[in-house]
């Protein structure tokens, strides 16, 4: 996605992004999750300790819907 510009918002760097159909969209993300932002520190999860916690979201998810209980 192209990148109209960069600005801070709660104290935090971000990036405006055009996206969608024309660019007509935009898409604001924590400079922490694109390649501008730091290199990755040791201690980020690794994608099969995404995909368990994937996993263990759906699990809780699924118990919350078949109990009928929000999860807010």
Do not use: N, Q, Y
């Not at 999750?33 to 759906?58: N, Q």
Request: charged share 20%; hydrophobic share 50%; proline share 6%.
């Amino acid at each position: 996605m192209p990148v109209l510009f960069m600005k801070r918002r709660g104290g935090a760097l971000v990036v405006v992004c055009a996206g969608g159909a024309g660019g007509r969209v935009t898409v604001t993300l924590p400079v922490v999750w694109t390649d501008r932002g730091p290199a990755p520190d040791g201690h980020r999860l690794s994608l099969d300790a995404l995909v368990a916690l994937a996993d263990l979201v759906a699990a809780i998810v699924d118990l919350s819907a078949r109990e009928g209980k929000d999860l807010v």
